[in-house]
């Protein structure tokens, strides 16, 4: 299997040429975030700002703006309504953004393997103004106790079925699905 994973969607469509550069940096990070190995005892560690960080570097030579800690100015937000004088009145957070390519990325570790956070990524950056695209990263396999759970299998399935059956329509000219 090539390391990371990777799906893009719709399945009728050729992943744009911005994709290889992003698997190729989340690639590089391999002795850092793969989460196929994992004992258990490790499994709690990997979350999913860890995953970012070893990522950041990647993303930041791509030319993505990439969430940098936990205070406010260190997260990147994203406009989603606008009040009075153009001001954003509804902003979402997002770990890493494009803005040329509008390229909204998230990360997930533990709550995209066993808190449906894929639901609400997809949904908050469908939301989100400029994102043309939406990635996500998610966990090949993640481990909570004597459980093991692919994220990233579950989120596949989940935009299967969503671009196969075409009753909810997203708004991004393609989705891309990252597991590590």
Do not use: C
């Amino acid at each position: 299997m090539d390391y990371p994973q990777w799906s893009y969607f719709p399945r009728n469509s050729t992943a744009p040429g911005w994709v290889a550069p992003l698997i190729a940096a989340v690639g590089a990070a391999i002795g850092q975030i793969d989460t196929r190995p994992l004992p258990a005892e490790d499994a709690d560690r990997l979350t999913s700002d860890v995953v970012l960080a070893h990522v950041r570097p990647g993303l930041e030579s791509l030319g993505y703006t990439v969430e940098s800690g936990k205070k406010a100015e260190q997260k990147i937000h994203r406009p989603v309504l606008f009040g009075e004088n153009g001001i954003p009145t509804v902003k979402y957070e997002v770990d890493a953004f494009h803005a040329q390519l509008g390229i909204a990325v998230e990360v997930e570790a533990g709550r995209g393997a066993f808190g449906n956070a894929d639901y609400r990524d997809i949904i908050r950056m469908s939301l989100m103004v400029d994102a043309e695209f939406m990635v996500l990263l998610q966990p090949l396999a993640y481990r909570t106790g004597a459980t093991t759970k692919s994220a990233y299998a579950s989120s596949r399935d989940l935009l299967d079925a969503i671009y196969a059956s075409q009753r909810l329509a997203l708004p991004f000219s393609g989705a891309l699905l990252v597991g590590y």
